[in-house]
């Protein structure tokens, strides 16, 4: 299995503060990476896909970047309503795994 | 706006099957050209993949799941199931059905389909015991 890892598994910032998160993989996956944000009690919300497309309806504030085995998830001036848990999921290779999540908070 | 609705029994005993079902709902059925899946989070943890059902009709399992799993289609009812037998207090936890789309991307690596859940239903808790 591909493993993930996200760091950090929680942060705290301020609003208006430029937020980033990594994942990397234990593998290459080209750049078959998805990112989605969760709130509390809440199902999961694509952000991005392959990496860096935004998903229709998602603020421009986050953006994705990177390739292979190495990814950020930046939110460009964090606002109180982003306080969630963000997981990656690599679409690479079955089975299809997800990072542990991190947490963000608003200071 | 698609709508994907869990059902099923919010408590299952030890070595039962655990079922489920996903009503999908406004303007996308499973008689369409996507794929569908489910994915679960135990309480407090992470997200983990359990198998997709393909427009294709094929399935792909999770290994650690396979032998218990079973995912499948009622396209007359717009719904798609999961059982999965011999569950265990490890099989707690919330259920979510989705929908898998696919869209193909041109960067600067070539061209690659990605998939992704796009939409999710609001999760069903399920929990194992006596």
């Known amino acids: 299995d591909i493993q993930m890892t996200q760091s950090p598994s929680s942060l705290s910032a301020s609003v208006g503060d430029r937020v980033t998160i990594t994942c990397r993989t234990s593998?290459?996956?080209?750049?078959?990476l998805n990112w989605y944000q969760q709130k509390p009690g809440k199902a999961p919300k694509l952000l991005i896909y392959?990496?860096?497309s935004l998903e229709s309806g998602v603020p421009s504030k986050y953006s994705g970047s990177g390739s292979g085995t190495d990814f950020t998830l930046t939110i460009s001036s964090l606002q109180p309503e982003d306080s969630a848990t963000y997981y990656c999921?690599?679409?690479?290779?079955?089975?299809?795994?997800f990072g542990q999540g991190t947490k963000v908070e608003i200071e | 706006q698609v709508q994907l609705q869990e059902s099923g029994p919010g408590l299952v005993k030890p070595s039962e099957t655990l079922s489920l079902t996903c009503t999908v709902s406004?303007?996308?059925?499973?008689?369409?050209?996507?794929?569908w899946g489910w994915i679960r989070q135990p309480p407090g943890k992470g997200l983990e993949w359990i198998g997709t059902?393909?427009?294709?009709?094929?399935?792909n399992y999770n290994p650690s799941l396979k032998s218990r799993v079973n995912i499948s289609v009622d396209t007359p009812k717009n719904e798609f199931s999961l059982k999965l037998t011999s569950v265990t207090a490890a099989d707690t936890a919330v259920y979510y059905c989705?929908?898998?789309?696919?869209?193909?991307?041109?960067?600067?690596?070539?061209?690659?389909?990605?998939?992704?859940?796009?939409?999710w239903g609001q999760g069903t808790l399920v929990t194992v015991s006596s």
């Open positions: 989705a929908r898998l789309s696919s869209k193909s991307v041109v960067g600067w690596f070539g061209e690659l389909l990605a998939e992704y859940f796009d939409y």
């Open positions: 406004g303007g996308s059925s499973t008689r369409s050209s996507y794929s």
């Open positions: 059902l393909f427009d294709s009709g094929s399935t």
């Open positions: 593998q290459s996956i080209y750049s078959y």
């Open positions: 392959a990496a860096s």
């Open positions: 999921q690599q679409g690479y290779d079955t089975p299809w795994t």
